[in-house]
């Protein structure tokens, strides 16, 4: 057989198996037997979009649909994308090889803000008009879901609409409304745009009006058609332990960053981490029943022939069933050889017994999140974890043989002093003190403490979300403060770049009045800006000063009363309880998890999980 043009391409790039397909588990079948041609894009490398949740499940739900084909479509990595463009090659799918403009609906997933670029890359290398008004019938329709679609005002004017929530029952409610709009002749993008703006969570950004106060405040935002909500209200799996579940996941070619089968045990988060748009977002907590998790596991493992399996949630040790759920577990995972992974486990709920039973041979490292350095600072955010219980579940994991701790704090918090800084420096000493406290031969050699910070972003749908978001000199001076601060060579100190900070910040709380600065710096080379190596921060600099933006003006603290771009927005939290939360934080007052006292956040009236326990 004689190579394609894409064949030729490929021999020039890194990774190949990125562009190929035909992976195991991956769906075939015969595109011109389906109503309708979705393709699930995801605005990152093959690496990183293999390993999202979203992408394994709503693939599946898609492609069990007789009437539909899903396929994937990612971002190329620079060099495929060079290749591409010299040829004239459009933005393909994995499974048919076919371009994207051949397909009926694209969903992107939108899960963190310096993936935009992306977007805009990707429509740019498929041929399609950025904007949804330059985009008529014959292409395909632009939506969006994810965290970001909370708030993707800075890219609202691309998307059809935008799926709030979670997506397995109204990805095929839009599909099925899709499919009804073409058998009827496709005659107006309008109508079809109509009839799922009526849809729980559909939120199409073209039926409402934004129109801005001289201070460049937001004056109102305004429904234009009769079908648009004033708020539109995000969607929930009522009953997580019914909600689809695939029983089959694709093998990458290559290794991914989760390379293993991944249970979701629960979605959502009792805490309440007065920053954590996450938390907030997928409440209420509801749990998958243990019974069913172990069934999934099982049939995930045979399905991979995967050797490794993790636990996936926001907080996993507040997983009621536990216990149970790890000796089920392994006893597969023993039998078959296979290993147990427990990410985000909780300083104050751990369990050495646990961490024993699963990580028997290999003590791999540990990362705690105390998140702040003080008391003070943690009331503050809401932490809810004590000094205590960081020293005490140290001692614990140096005492149980193991020397490699990573601790992750923030900088940048509101209200944030010097002494707190120091307080972070003072707890990794207070960390390593307590491994010397253990004597000689009791405790293994090499201690290797890693204390990591990144910079605070206030995020929408936070209490946080009138906070200023520290400038990019205060933060290094903050850097500059810990880097003096922590001395002993058994600390390694490592921080988070602030220009990428910055940049997030400003498209987390940002407006419609942003992307012809995102237009310009994807035109100027701008992509993949998570990748410090592809990153341009002076190209986005240059961008905002030639479009006449002012991008310091949205990290600056806002006030209760200013109309937020994600007013018309509901995720179910309302405004009163996030000021209250807001308020507690100024007193340094914390707030119990919803497992102890619920607080009345506003959740309940979706009558699910944690709320009607
Ligand atoms: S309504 Fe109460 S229990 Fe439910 S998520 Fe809010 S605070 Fe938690």
């Known amino acids: ?31 011109n037997a389906v109503d309708c041609r979705f393709g699930f894009c995801f605005p990152d490398v093959y690496e990183i979009a293999m390993s ?78 950025l904007l949804e008004k330059d985009r008529d019938e014959n292409f395909p329709i632009i939506c969006g879901g994810g965290l970001c679609a909370y708030n993707a005002e800075p890219i609202a004017e691309i998307f059809d609409f935008f799926m709030l929530g979670e997506g397995e029952e109204s990805i095929c409610q839009i599909t099925e409304e899709y499919i009804k709009w073409k058998k009827d002749g496709k005659k107006c993008k309008k109508d079809y745009l109509r009839a799922i703006a009526r849809l729980d969570g559909i939120y199409v950004p073209s039926f ?27 969607t929930i799996m009522k009953d997580f332990d019914k909600a689809y579940a695939p029983e089959t996941l694709i093998v990458p070619f290559g290794e991914v960053v989760h390379d293993r089968v991944m249970l979701e045990v629960f979605r959502g988060c009792i805490r309440g981490c007065r920053f954590c748009e996450a938390g907030y977002a997928y409440r209420p907590k509801r749990e998958r029943s243990e019974k069913k998790l172990s069934y999934l596991a099982d049939k995930l493992l045979c399905a991979s022939g995967y050797d490794e399996i993790s636990l996936s949630s926001l907080s996993t040790s507040d997983y009621s069933q536990l216990p149970e759920l790890t000796d089920n577990l392994l006893k597969i995972t023993e ?64 005492e149980g043989g193991w020397t490699n701790v990573k601790l992750y704090f923030m900088i940048g918090l509101p209200s944030e002093t010097e002494d707190d800084i120091l307080g972070i420096a003072d707890l990794s000493q207070k960390v390593l003190g307590e ?112 479009c006449g933006i002012d991008a310091d003006w949205y990290l600056r603290e806002r006030s ?23 308020e507690k934080a100024k007193r340094a007052q914390t707030t119990p998890n919803c497992s102890e006292k619920c607080s009345g956040c506003g959740m309940k009236s979706f009558g699910a999980g944690v709320c009607c326990e």
Not at 56 to 84: G, Q
Not at 208 to 227: A, F, H, L
Not at 380 to 394: F, G, M, P
Request: glycine content about 4%; hydrophobic content about 35%.
């Open 52 to 129: 999202n949740l979203g992408m394994k499940i709503l693939y599946h739900v898609l492609n069990e649909r007789p009437d539909t084909y899903c396929e994937r479509v990612f971002a190329p990595w620079v060099d495929m994308e060079a290749e591409m463009r010299k040829r004239g090659m459009k933005l393909f799918a994995l499974e048919t090889g076919d371009e994207v403009t051949d397909f009926d609906i694209l969903g992107f997933t939108l899960g963190y803000e310096l993936s935009y670029s992306n977007v805009l890359n990707m429509l740019d290398l498929a041929g399609i008009p």
């Open 560 to 582: 209760y009363d200013e109309i937020l771009p994600w007013e018309h927005i509901d995720i179910g939290i309302t405004k009163e309880f996030f000021v209250r939360e807001n």
């Open 435 to 546: 491994y010397f406290s253990i004597p000689k031969e009791k405790r293994a050699k090499n201690i290797n403490i890693t204390t990591s910070t990144s910079s605070f972003v206030p995020k929408p749908f936070t209490a946080f979300q009138w906070a200023k978001q520290d400038s990019r000199a205060d933060i290094v001076k903050k850097q500059d403060i810990l880097k003096k601060a922590i001395t002993q060579k058994q600390i390694r100190y490592i921080w988070h770049d602030n220009k990428t900070s910055y940049l997030e910040g400003v498209f987390a709380r940002g407006d419609r009045r942003l992307l012809p600065a995102i237009a310009e710096a994807v035109k100027n080379g701008c992509k993949f800006d998570s990748w410090d190596e592809q990153f341009k921060f002076d190209e986005w600099l240059k961008a905002f000063k030639k």
């Open 1 to 31: 057989m004689p190579y394609t043009e894409k064949d030729k391409i490929l021999m020039n790039v890194q990774k190949p198996t990125r562009y190929t397909g035909g992976e195991l588990n991956s769906v075939k079948k015969d595109k």
């Open 208 to 234: 409402y009006d934004v129109e801005y106060n001289d201070d460049n405040t937001i004056k109102s935002i305004t429904p234009n058609e009769e079908c648009a909500k004033p708020k539109i209200r995000k």
């Open 335 to 398: 039998e078959k050889k296979i290993g147990l992974s427990l990410p985000s486990l909780r300083i104050d709920n751990f369990s050495l017994e646990l961490m024993d039973k699963v990580q028997k041979v290999r003590k791999s490292g540990i990362t705690f999140a105390p998140e702040a350095g003080t008391q003070r600072m943690r009331d503050v955010i809401n932490k809810n974890i004590t000094e205590e219980d960081v020293l005490a579940s140290s001692k614990m994991l140096f």
